[in-house]
């Protein structure tokens, strides 16, 4: 009695859980609304309820569409996040792309490809175009600013950045002069590179631009940190944090928006982190470097995905989100890749917080004449592999130039595959 | 089949069976559930969700990494074909597997040592009777307890250049002699040293706990009677305690190299694997591998090497223990 009991219990329970697996509820072929996943990196409420007012509006004429979701995964691990979903079944509808993985997701057929409207800028579509077709919306074409801490650089006895425009001055050398003079006389950190902390060198391009140095050529094929130009822009990143001291050094972290630091250089949209800021601050263009005026534009794409379960829906909720009206409201957080709202009175009604001279001087004209970051195909194993490589550039009595060929040698076998 | 009754018992005791009338009489045929197979089945339904458990999170996932391992997996794409041994080849002229083993090697031997070597001293210290010394053991058990992630992310700001430990070593007035708290998690060397310690920390109040169950097994008069024979207190715990608590020494010691061969959050909080390749142990490399370079396959392969790895070491160790544990109950 016992053991037949036993044996229908277990029986039962085989049964449920094969059923469980079988699960038909995600079925693409059943009617009924469908619900739509984004995956996306930022965590900020304001730019999630932004989407989700989006969302609403486009649920109201949309019956077909159930729950629309954004979900927010850290950036550090965001691309291993997405591709991990994408690998175990459970890929998105639609997902934002960093601009240094979009050869990646453009050239695997990861993607679905997307309408192209005339108003987007060219420059703008460029990374996120095959074979004459759009696989993602560049939705925020974001140029990188320095942030400055006024209140810092005044303490420090230097002119502001914003008088040194004024005269003329505005250029690397007299921009490390003030982060010297902050972190000798206030203790406070001198200039900071957003998102760099001595691992993610690819933001040190906000730098080397203004040398005219790359890390590898235009086609991607050879190696450019042992040319000139980035030996040149290295050497004087390493002089800048061990001689000049007017950066603070590895293993320390500092942050600007928490008044810990007299300059950063990163993306406008972080000028949401200063609302509450308890000093004065202003946004300048990148000084100019040896190469000349320069500008640097981050990326990101919203792409569809083609392994999702509901693409064609996903394709026309995209074409909503990143409409005109839609784009002039996501504008206040992601400037836009759209011709017709590169305006300053677009951009000072969205950007209450930035002034329309900055907005003018720095993303308006950064959006025009900016390279956009560094990219390539595999990028993750770059990355690392560089990073790996340039390790010991961040000592005190480091050999840049050794250094930099040591780089090159390990990258060359993966920049010719 | 029950036999049916061919006529009614002419009297008690008298059974004719249809059978028994019509073929050559043979012995009834013994009931398929016999106690034995009853028992059988029993155990197997007992120990059936552990054993499904097994199937499914060990067993298949196994067969399945060496299936993965004999294919080129592009996530991205979504291809997923053969390539035979090629990831095997791949793995023998790899210039990243070299190191990646060499740090794994000195993770480990820096772990076991320390780990083993400070557990038990601080389980002989707490076995003392002493005041405080309950206190003394909770406060080196709880780190067992606390959220990995957690405590590794707490010691990330200590190891900082300005972080706590080199803010402890100005306030001792060290810098003021020339010595300058290192930057921790930028050198080669003390990057390694910061992981083990940060481990060592968190993990040896478990073997603290199971020496000292095992010390407090040992019987009292083998003591007494070492006194009485006149052993100093260092031949007394080599001559009793050491052989008396091996059993557990082995049990530690194989927990202990098997659970440093599967770091993994200390490094990718810590270091990354920086600086340069110093700190990425196989475990780390083979998650950069398959889940950052999207090189699934070969991600796979190296996931089968270390399982070949802790497989062989465990088994060394089963073997050695006849030459030096004891006894075993």
Same mark, same amino acid.
């Given at each position: 009695? *016992?053991?037949?009991?036993?044996?229908?219990?277990?029986?039962?329970?085989?049964?449920?859980?094969?059923?469980?697996?079988?699960?038909?509820? %995600?079925?693409?072929? #059943?009617?009924?609304?469908?619900?739509l996943r984004m995956t996306i990196w930022s965590a900020n409420?304001k730019h999630t309820?932004l989407f989700d007012?989006i969302a609403?509006?486009?649920?109201?004429?949309?019956?077909?569409?159930?729950?629309i979701s954004f979900e927010s995964i850290p950036f550090d691990s965001y691309t291993t996040a997405l591709t991990t979903q994408i690998?175990?079944?459970?890929a998105p509808d639609l997902a934002w792309i960093l601009e240094s993985t979009a050869p990646d997701f453009v050239?695997s057929?990861a993607l679905e490809?997307i309408?192209?409207?005339?108003?987007? !800028?060219?420059?703008a579509t460029?990374t996120w175009?095959?074979?004459?077709?759009l696989f993602a919306y560049p939705f925020s074409t974001s140029?990188?600013?320095?942030?400055?801490?006024? %209140?810092?650089?005044?303490?420090?006895?230097?002119?502001?950045?914003?008088?040194?425009?004024?005269?003329?001055?505005?250029?690397? %050398?007299?921009?490390?002069?003030?982060?010297?003079?902050?972190?000798?006389?206030?203790?406070?950190?001198?200039?900071?590179?957003?998102d760099?902390?001595?691992?993610?060198?690819?933001?040190?391009?906000?730098?080397?631009?203004?040398?005219?140095?790359?890390?590898?050529?235009?086609?991607?094929?050879?190696?450019?940190?042992?040319?000139?130009?980035?030996?040149?822009?290295?050497?004087?990143?390493? *002089?800048?944090?061990?001689?000049? *001291?007017?950066?603070?050094?590895?293993?320390?972290?500092?942050?600007?928006?928490?008044?810990?630091?007299?300059?950063?250089?990163?993306q406008?949209s972080r000028?949401?982190?200063?609302?509450?800021?308890?000093?004065?601050?202003?946004?300048?263009?990148?000084?100019?470097?040896?190469?000349?005026?320069?500008?640097?534009v981050g990326q990101a794409g919203i792409g569809v995905m083609k392994?999702g379960?509901?693409a064609?829906?996903a394709k026309?909720f995209l074409a909503?989100f990143t409409?005109?009206?839609n784009s002039?409201?996501l504008a206040?957080f992601f400037p836009p890749p759209?011709?017709?709202? &590169?305006?300053?009175? !677009?951009?000072?009604?969205?950007?209450?917080?930035?002034?329309?001279?900055? @907005?003018?001087?720095?993303?308006?004209?950064?959006?025009?004449?900016?390279?956009i970051k560094?990219s390539?195909?595999?990028y993750a194993?770059?990355?690392?592999?560089?990073?790996?490589?340039?390790?010991?550039?961040?000592?005190?009595?480091?050999?840049?130039?050794?250094? @930099?060929?040591?780089?090159?040698?390990?990258?060359?076998?993966?920049? #010719?595959? | 089949?029950?036999? $049916?009754?061919?006529?009614?018992?002419?009297?008690?005791?008298?059974?004719?069976?249809?059978?028994?009338?019509?073929?050559?009489?043979?012995?009834?045929?013994?009931?398929?559930?016999?106690?034995?197979?009853?028992?059988?089945?029993?155990?197997?339904?007992?120990?059936?969700?552990?054993?499904?458990?097994?199937?499914?999170?060990?067993?298949?996932?196994?067969?399945?990494?060496?299936?993965?391992?004999?294919?080129?997996?592009?996530?991205l794409?979504?291809?997923?074909?053969?390539?035979?041994?090629?990831?095997? $080849?791949?793995?023998?002229?790899?210039?990243?597997?070299?190191?990646?083993?060499?740090?794994?090697?000195?993770? #480990?031997?820096?772990?076991?040592?320390?780990?083993?070597? &400070?557990?038990? /001293?601080?389980?002989?210290?707490?076995?003392?009777?002493?005041?405080?010394?309950?206190?003394?053991?909770?406060?080196? /058990?709880?780190?067992?307890?606390?959220?990995?992630?957690?405590?590794?992310?707490?010691?990330?700001?200590?190891?900082?250049?300005?972080?706590?430990?080199?803010?402890?070593?100005?306030?001792?007035?060290?810098?003021?002699?020339?010595?300058?708290?290192?930057?921790?998690?930028?050198?080669?060397?003390?990057?390694?040293?910061?992981?083990?310690?940060?481990?060592? /920390?968190?993990?040896?109040?478990?073997?603290?706990?199971?020496? !000292?169950?095992?010390?407090?097994?040992?019987?009292?008069? &083998?003591?007494?009677?070492? $006194?009485?024979?006149?052993? #100093?207190?260092?031949?007394?715990?080599?001559?009793?305690?050491?052989? @008396?608590?091996?059993?557990?020494?082995?049990?530690?010691?194989?927990?202990?190299?098997?659970?440093?061969?599967?770091?993994?959050?200390?490094?990718?909080?810590?270091?990354?694997?920086?600086?340069?390749?110093?700190?990425?142990?196989?475990?780390?490399?083979?998650?950069?591998?398959?889940?950052?370079?999207?090189?699934?396959?070969?991600?796979?392969?190296?996931? @089968?090497?270390?399982?070949?790895?802790?497989?062989?070491?465990?088994?060394?160790?089963?073997?050695?223990? $006849?030459?030096?544990?004891?006894?075993?109950?």
């Amino acid at each position: 009695m *016992k053991l037949r009991l036993l044996t229908a219990a277990a029986t039962a329970a085989a049964l449920l859980a094969a059923a469980g697996c079988g699960g038909g509820s %995600d079925d693409p072929t #059943s009617s009924g609304p469908v619900d739509l996943r984004m995956t996306i990196w930022s965590a900020n409420a304001k730019h999630t309820a932004l989407f989700d007012q989006i969302a609403a509006a486009y649920q109201k004429d949309h019956p077909e569409i159930g729950k629309i979701s954004f979900e927010s995964i850290p950036f550090d691990s965001y691309t291993t996040a997405l591709t991990t979903q994408i690998g175990g079944g459970n890929a998105p509808d639609l997902a934002w792309i960093l601009e240094s993985t979009a050869p990646d997701f453009v050239t695997s057929g990861a993607l679905e490809p997307i309408d192209k409207d005339a108003d987007l !800028l060219p420059s703008a579509t460029k990374t996120w175009e095959q074979d004459g077709k759009l696989f993602a919306y560049p939705f925020s074409t974001s140029p990188l600013g320095v942030f400055v801490n006024t %209140d810092l650089v005044t303490a420090a006895g230097r002119p502001t950045p914003a008088q040194q425009i004024a005269a003329g001055t505005w250029n690397w %050398d007299q921009a490390v002069a003030t982060g010297a003079a902050v972190q000798a006389k206030t203790g406070k950190g001198g200039i900071v590179v957003g998102d760099f902390d001595f691992k993610g060198w690819d933001a040190l391009n906000s730098i080397w631009a203004g040398w005219g140095a790359r890390p590898w050529s235009e086609d991607g094929k050879s190696c450019g940190f042992d040319q000139q130009p980035m030996v040149d822009a290295m050497t004087f990143v390493h *002089k800048m944090v061990f001689t000049d *001291k007017a950066m603070p050094g590895p293993g320390r972290t500092t942050d600007f928006f928490a008044g810990d630091a007299s300059m950063v250089l990163t993306q406008i949209s972080r000028a949401a982190l200063l609302e509450k800021a308890k000093f004065k601050w202003d946004l300048v263009p990148l000084p100019k470097g040896p190469a000349g005026e320069y500008s640097v534009v981050g990326q990101a794409g919203i792409g569809v995905m083609k392994r999702g379960k509901h693409a064609d829906e996903a394709k026309k909720f995209l074409a909503y989100f990143t409409n005109q009206e839609n784009s002039a409201k996501l504008a206040q957080f992601f400037p836009p890749p759209r011709k017709s709202q &590169l305006t300053t009175d !677009l951009l000072a009604k969205a950007n209450p917080l930035l002034k329309p001279a900055q @907005l003018q001087s720095v993303v308006i004209d950064g959006i025009e004449r900016g390279d956009i970051k560094t990219s390539h195909t595999g990028y993750a194993e770059l990355q690392q592999t560089v990073r790996a490589a340039l390790d010991p550039l961040w000592k005190p009595d480091a050999d840049v130039k050794a250094v @930099l060929s040591g780089v090159c040698s390990k990258i060359n076998p993966l920049l #010719s595959k | 089949m029950t036999p $049916r009754l061919l006529t009614p018992p002419h009297h008690p005791g008298q059974v004719l069976l249809e059978k028994q009338v019509t073929e050559p009489p043979v012995a009834a045929r013994a009931p398929y559930w016999t106690m034995r197979r009853r028992d059988e089945l029993a155990g197997w339904l007992f120990v059936a969700p552990q054993l499904a458990g097994i199937v499914a999170f060990v067993i298949v996932p196994l067969g399945l990494v060496a299936w993965y391992s004999l294919h080129e997996w592009n996530v991205l794409a979504g291809t997923f074909d053969f390539v035979g041994g090629s990831n095997y $080849r791949a793995l023998t002229d790899d210039p990243r597997l070299g190191p990646a083993l060499r740090a794994t090697g000195f993770f #480990s031997l820096g772990l076991v040592v320390l780990n083993l070597s &400070l557990a038990l /001293f601080l389980a002989v210290l707490l076995n003392q009777k002493l005041r405080g010394t309950v206190v003394f053991r909770t406060l080196f /058990f709880s780190p067992v307890v606390v959220t990995l992630v957690a405590w590794t992310i707490v010691w990330g700001f200590l190891l900082q250049d300005n972080g706590g430990i080199n803010a402890f070593i100005d306030v001792l007035g060290l810098n003021t002699l020339g010595i300058d708290g290192p930057n921790w998690l930028r050198g080669d060397a003390t990057a390694m040293i910061s992981v083990i310690i940060v481990q060592l /920390f968190k993990g040896v109040g478990l073997n603290m706990v199971l020496f !000292l169950a095992a010390l407090q097994g040992v019987p009292a008069e &083998l003591y007494e009677a070492a $006194r009485i024979d006149g052993a #100093s207190a260092w031949a007394r715990f080599r001559r009793v305690t050491v052989p @008396l608590i091996s059993p557990t020494i082995l049990l530690t010691s194989i927990l202990t190299v098997v659970g440093s061969l599967q770091v993994f959050a200390q490094i990718a909080v810590l270091t990354q694997g920086g600086p340069g390749t110093s700190t990425t142990v196989l475990v780390y490399y083979l998650y950069q591998q398959a889940f950052q370079f999207h090189h699934f396959g070969y991600g796979a392969t190296i996931s @089968l090497l270390l399982f070949v790895i802790v497989l062989a070491l465990t088994v060394l160790q089963w073997r050695m223990r $006849r030459r030096w544990v004891f006894h075993e109950s």
